[in-house]
């Protein structure tokens, strides 16, 4: 996983720590109706994120038309909209009313005869819905672990950070401390948290199909299951519009407990796309996936050094 640099900008997280205060209080429903404002504004005025979201729906589907893929784009933006208007909700809310949000519980027993047989579990967690009303019932209903990035804004870690912890939630850094506890968590028959779809450092990965496209992809899971004979389990927090979450654990990609790298990574990334299935416009597609490869092709020189394990 790449390192995130922060910066100094007092002012703006001032102003976005204020906003997530002041939204915090709102009805999902209100959320969802701004983030129908937003979104087609986004998809109209951000270039970048219009782009890449178009590209990427064009490799998962080929086959759908052009219109398609527009309407799919715009109803992305939107998603990711929501997901950014709900944090304060996610992080600052009232806990009874976040939890009431969540309106089922889907594939739970996952969890729990994982945990019955002495197993720690990897819940994978794709950038889909909101992974953060995800996070906050993992580690309100079990010992949970995840790895943490700082945010670019410096100044937010700490609001971040005390949203993502307020459960119980023990978060651990991205370097090879962090990797430590996760193992430390799962001998524990804990759970923890991994992202599959962000594209780690070089050395980090593999390349692996993502809808029939390499994508660099990280190994890190294939050593936690052999050193801990951890239960794989894909976990998303499904937006229902307005009105809530449901929340949807599904069983691993069996290619997940492969030894060989690349194979493993084959079943994360199945894992992803079996996720994505559940409602494709809640994915957050303008995340650039397929990074790496334009790197390769363009004869960027690798850089090693940064390794997670």
């Given at each position: 996983?790449?390192?995130?640099r922060?910066h100094?900008?007092?002012?703006r997280a001032?102003a976005i720590?204020?906003?997530?205060?002041?939204?915090?209080?709102?009805?999902?429903?209100?959320?969802w109706?701004?983030?129908?404002?937003?979104?087609?504004l986004v998809h109209?005025f951000s270039r970048?994120?219009?782009?890449?979201?178009?590209?990427?729906l064009?490799e998962?589907?080929p086959e759908q038309?052009e219109?398609?893929?527009?309407r799919l784009?715009?109803?992305?933006l939107?998603h990711?909209?929501?997901?950014?208007?709900e944090?304060?909700?996610?992080w600052?809310g009232?806990?009874?009313?976040?939890?009431?949000?969540?309106?089922a519980?889907?594939g739970?027993e996952?969890?729990d005869?994982?945990r019955?047989e002495?197993?720690?579990?990897?819940v994978l967690?794709?950038?889909?819905?909101n992974?953060?009303?995800?996070n906050?019932w993992?580690?309100g209903?079990f010992?949970?672990?995840?790895m943490?990035e700082?945010?670019k804004?410096?100044?937010?870690?700490?609001v971040?950070?005390q949203?993502?912890?307020?459960?119980?939630?023990?978060?651990?850094?991205t370097n090879?401390?962090?990797v430590a506890?996760?193992?430390?968590?799962l001998?524990?028959?804990e759970?923890i948290?991994?992202?599959?779809?962000?594209?780690?450092?070089?050395g980090s990965?593999?390349?692996?199909p993502f809808?029939?496209?390499p994508?660099y992809?990280?190994?890190?899971l294939?050593?936690?299951?052999?050193?801990?004979?951890?239960r794989v389990?894909?976990?998303?927090?499904?937006?229902?519009?307005?009105?809530?979450f449901e929340?949807?654990?599904?069983?691993?990609?069996?290619r997940?407990y492969a030894?060989?790298?690349?194979e493993?990574?084959?079943?994360v990334?199945?894992?992803?796309?079996?996720a994505?299935?559940?409602?494709p416009?809640?994915?957050?597609?303008?995340?650039?996936?397929y990074?790496k490869?334009v790197?390769?092709?363009?004869?960027?020189p690798r850089?090693?050094?940064?390794r997670?394990?």
């Amino acid at each position: 996983m790449a390192e995130t640099r922060s910066h100094s900008h007092p002012h703006r997280a001032r102003a976005i720590a204020a906003l997530w205060k002041a939204l915090a209080g709102r009805r999902l429903s209100s959320l969802w109706g701004l983030s129908r404002i937003i979104g087609p504004l986004v998809h109209r005025f951000s270039r970048r994120e219009r782009q890449v979201t178009e590209i990427n729906l064009r490799e998962a589907y080929p086959e759908q038309d052009e219109a398609g893929r527009r309407r799919l784009a715009r109803a992305s933006l939107t998603h990711s909209a929501a997901t950014m208007l709900e944090l304060g909700f996610a992080w600052m809310g009232d806990p009874a009313r976040v939890e009431a949000s969540i309106l089922a519980v889907h594939g739970r027993e996952l969890l729990d005869v994982a945990r019955a047989e002495g197993r720690g579990v990897i819940v994978l967690a794709p950038h889909f819905g909101n992974w953060e009303v995800l996070n906050f019932w993992l580690s309100g209903h079990f010992p949970f672990t995840a790895m943490y990035e700082p945010p670019k804004i410096a100044e937010l870690d700490a609001v971040t950070r005390q949203g993502r912890e307020r459960m119980g939630a023990s978060l651990v850094p991205t370097n090879p401390r962090g990797v430590a506890a996760l193992l430390k968590a799962l001998k524990r028959c804990e759970a923890i948290g991994i992202l599959p779809d962000q594209e780690p450092d070089w050395g980090s990965g593999v390349f692996a199909p993502f809808y029939g496209r390499p994508a660099y992809t990280a190994t890190l899971l294939p050593k936690l299951v052999a050193r801990t004979e951890a239960r794989v389990v894909t976990g998303v927090a499904r937006r229902v519009s307005g009105r809530g979450f449901e929340l949807h654990f599904l069983a691993a990609d069996e290619r997940v407990y492969a030894t060989d790298e690349r194979e493993s990574a084959t079943g994360v990334n199945a894992c992803v796309e079996a996720a994505i299935a559940l409602d494709p416009a809640q994915y957050q597609w303008e995340y650039k996936r397929y990074r790496k490869v334009v790197e390769e092709q363009q004869g960027h020189p690798r850089h090693p050094e940064f390794r997670l394990y």
